[in-house]
């Protein structure tokens, strides 16, 4: 029964000094940055605490190749064409409106709670509507210019570069971001909470299902020239 008590006692000591830990991180001044380049660099989103950091990268990674041995010549076997692979969520479901409504009340509960070091982000928008692509890229510079005066009145602004473009002749929508913020991230999950409802509903309003998935890949596959497939 003692040692029960000491390994319950010690796990107790433990839990207190992870949820204190955790609360002291949440409390210190915190920067992030966020990084990705045109047209298909890996996303790169980094958190300091002081000297503390870390760094998590989704995407392409470069990779060491290893050394292959001789193989005898042959014929250059034909390149295959990648299907399309559908996106995970399609911004032409997105509700303006509701999205300007929510990121409008997100700003407000954290005035003052960020400075912005560094914004640069850059969209160069494609669809395969010429129509569909002029009528989103409009949509969403209205809804930047009118967010950007609530991030100027809620926040610091140092160095600012929004660029919002169509391309008529890409393949697809591309996009580069250069974001650094210093903020402390205990003032977030509260106001998390508090828009969950709306976060989700919104989440929910843009993300590709499967069905949706495997209609897009067909519809994009059959677009193909018949040499490409």
Not at 7 to 20: E, N, Q, R, S, Y
Not at 41 to 60: A, C, D, S
Not at 105 to 118: C, F, P
Request: aromatic share 6%; glycine share 6%.
């Amino acid at each position: 029964m003692i040692v029960v008590k000491l390994i319950g006692i010690l796990l107790l000591v433990l839990l207190c000094l992870g949820i204190g830990l955790a609360a002291l991180l949440m409390c210190l001044p915190a920067r992030v940055e966020v990084r990705r380049r045109m047209p298909d660099g890996p996303l790169r989103v980094r958190v300091g605490f002081g000297p503390f950091r870390r760094v998590w990268t989704r995407g392409q990674r470069r990779a060491r190749k290893p050394k292959q041995k001789k193989q005898p010549e042959q014929a250059p076997a034909r390149a295959e064409q990648r299907s399309p692979r559908a996106p995970r969520v399609n911004l032409r479901r997105l509700d303006y409106e509701q999205a300007l409504s929510l990121a409008c009340d997100l700003i407000d509960d954290m005035t003052g709670a960020m400075t912005w070091a560094r914004l640069h982000v850059t969209v160069l928008l494609h669809t395969p509507d010429a129509a569909q692509t002029g009528r989103l890229l409009g949509a969403l510079s209205a809804l930047v210019g009118n967010l950007y005066p609530h991030l100027a009145r809620a926040f610091v602004l140092e160095d600012t570069k929004i660029v919002l473009d169509a391309d008529f002749d890409a393949q697809r929508t591309v996009w580069g971001a250069d974001i650094a913020v210093m903020t402390r991230l205990g003032r977030f999950p509260p106001i998390l909470w508090r828009r969950r409802k709306a976060l989700w509903a919104l989440w929910k309003s843009v993300r590709m299902t499967e069905e949706d998935k495997k209609r897009w890949e067909a519809e994009h596959a059959a677009a193909q020239p018949a040499g490409q497939k």
